[in-house]
């Protein structure tokens, strides 16, 4: 099958990334600086965002595809307003929406589904991390903070509570649920929380 997207869903991508790239902005740089400071950080926060919740949601919605069912992003205002909120206590719990798949599914197929997303962060988080030792100065900075944002966008989504990946995941195979959430766990707190 195709894949396809509707006006109304871009419209909902465009919405959900500008809101939580203002979250995470606020969240980790605060309001306290200059308007050109705060545009810069906006920016990083929007690079984030799209390779990290983007990314996410688009594997969901191509991997929808590849199994032949139609998936399609919907944005959920409550859960951006949540986001907005919670940022300026330093952290952003984000529900920004989800990608709805169509028609019943299996539990395997939804089980997979539900962690290409998960892992594709999973991947990215790594990967920028890894870079970060690698550049030198603002770009360490930028490479390490996309790669902390991914991180935890994996950790989060794969918490067992509905209707998060982590309870689909969780229902298909507990050992690569396990395996998941430990990697992901792992890393949230070496460079998350960087305890």
Known sequence: MKVRFRREEIFDIIIATIILSIAFTLAFFGLRVSPLSFTIYFLVSLLAV?????????????????????????????????????SFFGIV????????????????????IAASGPVYNLILGIFFISISYILQGI?????????MINIWLSFFNLWPIPPLDGSKV??????????????????????????
């Open 170 to 195: 969780f229902r298909w195979n507990l050992p690569i649920y396990i395996i998941l959430l430990l990697i992901s766990g792992y890393l949230t707190v070496k460079y998350v929380f960087m305890l």
């Open 139 to 147: 770009g360490s900075q930028i490479a390490q903070f996309i790669g």
């Open 93 to 112: 719990f984000a529900a920004p929406g989800a990608t709805n798949i169509y028609g019943y599914v299996d539990k395997n197929t939804n089980g997979k």
């Open 50 to 86: 799209l390779t990290g919740f983007v990314g996410h949601e688009m594997l969901h919605k191509f991997t929808a595809f590849k199994y032949d069912y139609y998936a399609e992003f919907k944005r959920w205002n409550l859960g951006l307003l949540i986001a907005l909120v919670t």
